[in-house]
């Protein structure tokens, strides 16, 4: 289970790089260069290729395996590293904004053949949790890298070396990967029949929509991972800026929300798998899911207070540091019960469940997350974490009434094993 936990929490290690880069340097770039909150917030646009992913996820279910997929994404990620080490940023804003798109687009495509990979790695309740953790810490750690890590030290190292790093990384990986002996013992078998499934249903695509539909719990999981980050997107995204404006500098900003929040949402992925392997998943869902609705009105409180103090500071990065705990808990468990959903479909879609699940986890955020700017410019930061709350609790609710009598109702009940 060692090796499983390794494979896949580096691959997802760097499929989490671009995220970085993207949700945490490139904000406060802009922010600094005196852009607005709604253009910032239109930058969220950058990651429409894993709204895409779910279309051509039946091909790299068909064509190739799951080995070849891995490696020529990560090598091209290490190629777009290389072109734009030789970008200025200060000039050439557009294309930072083409270097991101592209990468983008290579790693949701890596997305698909590591889930694929992990549905079929992953046996029993134990290794769900553990490995779903793996997943959660490894991306976040790779946003932390490039988000954290980068920004502050791009100011000494400057932005060509910064890729070029990020390039190397990426080469040793997609090296890695090509001998990793994992991918043949233990989803040879799997990868055989799958094709065998997809090629009969090639012709007929809407009978693996079908297909999808109807695996038992998907409707309920659906619904859920469009809206469960909602709120909590939009406090993430705007309070870090709300500091910005008002508390911190950009310096001290990408420590405690890039580095030290961040920390914290990794540790709370990690004691997502922990608590997996003690306690179900709906009895959990409903306790974190009202903590976090609790912690909205706590940093929500915080945006009356305009004066830069010690304590304001210390209050906001305690209120970083909860939101961010709660989160990574939130994500563990919310990747886990899609893992379940799709692990009852048939072996021939399940990669294609799975990308279906995620692409519409990515499409709720990534909505919301490009309007969550442009609802602070209309409405000020209190109207607009208000609505946050709302949107907080009424996600809350819907787990709760799930875990009684809807979907999540026998794992509420269910002890893991």
């Not at 705990?325 to 799709?342: D, N, P, Q, R, Y």
Request: aromatic content about 12%.
């Amino acid at each position: 289970m060692n090796d499983k936990l390794v494979f896949l929490g580096l691959l997802y290690f760097v499929q989490g790089i671009p995220y970085g880069l993207q949700s945490s340097l490139l904000p406060v770039y802009l922010r600094g260069a005196g852009h607005s909150f709604t253009r910032i917030g239109l930058t969220k646009i950058l990651y429409f290729p894993w709204v895409l992913k779910v279309l051509w996820a039946p091909l790299i279910d068909r064509v190739g395996t799951k080995r070849h997929w891995l490696v020529a994404t990560v090598s091209g990620l290490a190629l777009t590293c290389l072109s734009s080490a030789a970008l200025a940023p200060e000039s050439n804003i557009w294309g930072v904004a083409g270097t991101l798109l592209a990468m983008n687009a290579l790693a949701s495509v890596q997305d698909i053949a590591v889930d694929g990979a992990a549905v079929g790695l992953l046996k029993g309740r134990s290794e769900l949790g553990f490995g779903n953790t793996a997943q959660v810490v490894g991306y976040k750690a790779g946003s932390v890298f490039a988000g954290g890590g980068l920004l502050a030290v791009i100011d000494v190292a400057g932005w060509g070396s910064m890729f070029m790093l990020l390039a190397f990384v990426y080469f040793g990986v997609a090296l890695f990967v090509w001998g990793a002996p994992i991918l043949d013992v233990d989803l040879l078998k799997g990868q055989v029949e799958a094709r065998r499934g997809v090629q009969s249903d090639a012709v007929q695509p809407w009978r693996v929509w079908r297909k999808l539909l109807s695996v038992p719990g998907t409707p309920w999981t659906m619904l859920y991972v469009l809206t469960y980050k909602l709120g909590e997107q939009g406090a993430v995204t705007m309070f870090p800026l709300f500091l910005l404006d008002h508390h911190m500098t950009a310096r001290e900003l990408g420590f405690w929300n890039g580095v030290i929040a961040m920390g914290f949402s990794i540790c709370g992925s990690s004691l997502g798998g922990l608590l997996l392997s003690h306690f179900s998943i709906g009895s959990l869902m409903r306790r974190v899911f009202v903590m976090r609705t609790v912690s909205m009105v706590f940093q929500s409180s915080l945006l009356t207070v305009l004066e830069p103090s010690p304590l304001m500071k210390g209050m906001a990065v305690m209120s970083l540091s909860v939101q961010h705990f709660l989160g990574g808990l939130i994500t563990t468990l919310t990747f886990t019960t899609m893992m379940h959903c799709t692990q009852r479909a048939e072996e021939s879609v399940q990669a294609t469940h799975y990308s279906f699940l995620a692409t519409l986890e990515v499409l709720g955020k990534l909505m919301f997350g490009a309007l969550a700017g442009t609802l602070v410019d209309w409405l000020g930061f209190p109207t607009a974490f208000l609505l946050f709350f709302v949107l907080s609790a009424g996600t809350a609710l819907h787990v709760w009434r799930a875990t009684d009598t809807g979907a999540l109702r026998e794992q509420h009940k269910e002890q893991p094993k």
